[in-house]
């Protein structure tokens, strides 16, 4: 690499960036060389364990080793019986019931009395008219008895102020400043 006048290299970058970006490169060389290392003395364990554990399965309750053990076979599924003859269709859910005409044309004709015989309803009451010169919020008058402080006086308790309300875990934090 040739220096020129300033101190850069031949990219155009500071000598200092050149030298940095080479030892990072040579750190990270080794930090991956470091980590592959590792991961093969893990694979390398976990096949350890694997073997360790067969080891611990092939001995009895008793402690005693058995190197022709095997798993005990898995029981065979029941022979498959003659199927059944499938089930009858089930009948339909809709049911058809025919009313006597006789007692439908007796409660027709009683309601048609009935509804004959009903004096007609009341007309609505008149709606008052509003006053034309007032604007629609100045026709509103509260109630005076409801009004605070007119209907008790002064021999009403103070006003009870809750306590200041605590969040679901405890007492609330103040913001942050």
Do not use: C
């Amino acid at each position: 690499m040739t220096s020129n006048a300033n101190g850069k290299g031949q990219a155009g970058a500071p000598k200092y960036i050149n030298d940095f970006s080479r030892a990072l490169a040579g750190e990270v060389k080794m930090l991956l060389a470091e980590v592959g290392k590792l991961r093969d003395e893990k694979r390398a364990l976990q096949f350890e364990i694997a073997e360790l554990m067969s080891i611990k399965a092939k001995h009895s309750a008793d402690g005693v080793y058995d190197p022709g053990w095997a798993p005990p076979p898995a029981p065979e599924p029941p022979a498959p019986e003659e199927p059944a003859a499938p089930p009858a269709p089930a009948p339909g859910g809709w049911r058809t019931v025919h009313a006597p005409h006789g007692q439908r044309r007796k409660q027709h004709l009683a309601l048609r009395a009935a509804a004959a015989a009903a004096p007609p309803p009341p007309p609505p009451p008149p709606t008052p008219p509003a006053a034309p010169e007032l604007p629609a919020w100045a026709q509103w008058r509260p109630n005076p008895l409801l009004a605070p402080g007119t209907a008790a006086g002064p021999s009403v308790a103070s006003v009870v102020v809750p306590p200041p309300r605590s969040g679901l875990f405890g007492a609330r934090t103040p913001p942050p400043k």
